[in-house]
């Protein structure tokens, strides 16, 4: 797990979620995903799609965010499980040996409990339900202005270590430097 903080070390204003959320867009289309509005399991989210293309397979990416009031636990892995759920109906049909679904649910909050903060220290295992599936959760907690998310060597899907570190980088940013005039 990786604590992201503004590289200058100054305290200002901080991004809203709203913002955050609006720059992860931004983000989205910038690197050609199909993205979208949609509500999922009662949220209002968005939605990033793109197929990426790796070593003869087909990775079908979908970065799904979120905001929460609060974010624990339990709403990590409730969000997390949505998420797979809706990459698996939409690209999952004949996932396989060329092809297979990541999910990277994103939760955005201005409130984050330890217990989630603890859950992202280590890959997410999606156990029998993931054959040619994984999902890789992030919280944002704006409050902070960090980024928590698992950013060590998943050996589980070794291959696409490369893929997901890209995505976090270009998809996450800084929360301490977004909406901040410079």
């Not at 199909?34 to 979908?62: I, P």
């Not at 060329?98 to 409130?111: C, D, F, K, N, R």
Request: with cysteine; proline share 2%.
């Amino acid at each position: 797990m990786v604590r992201i903080r503004a590289s200058d070390g100054e305290c200002g204003a901080m991004a809203t979620v709203e913002q955050y959320v609006e720059a992860v867009r931004g983000a989205l289309v910038g690197d050609g995903c199909e993205v979208s509005q949609e509500l999922l399991a009662g949220d209002a989210v968005t939605v990033g799609y793109r197929g990426n293309a790796k070593a003869a397979t087909r990775m079908h990416t979908f970065t799904v965010v979120a905001v929460r009031e609060k974010v624990d636990e339990a709403a990590v892995l409730e969000f997390t499980s949505s998420v797979v759920d809706l990459a698996k109906v939409r690209k999952g049909t004949w996932r396989g040996a060329q092809s297979g679904v990541l999910a990277m649910p994103v939760l955005v909050s201005e409130s984050v409990d330890a217990g989630a903060v603890a859950l992202m220290a280590k890959a997410f295992r999606l156990n029998m339900g993931g054959f040619a599936a994984m999902a890789h959760p992030a919280i944002v907690d704006v409050a902070q202005g960090a980024v928590h998310t698992f950013r060590g060597t998943r050996w589980w899907g070794y291959a696409y270590n490369g893929l997901i570190r890209k995505k976090l980088a270009l998809y996450l940013p800084d929360p301490g430097k977004v909406g901040v005039a410079r």
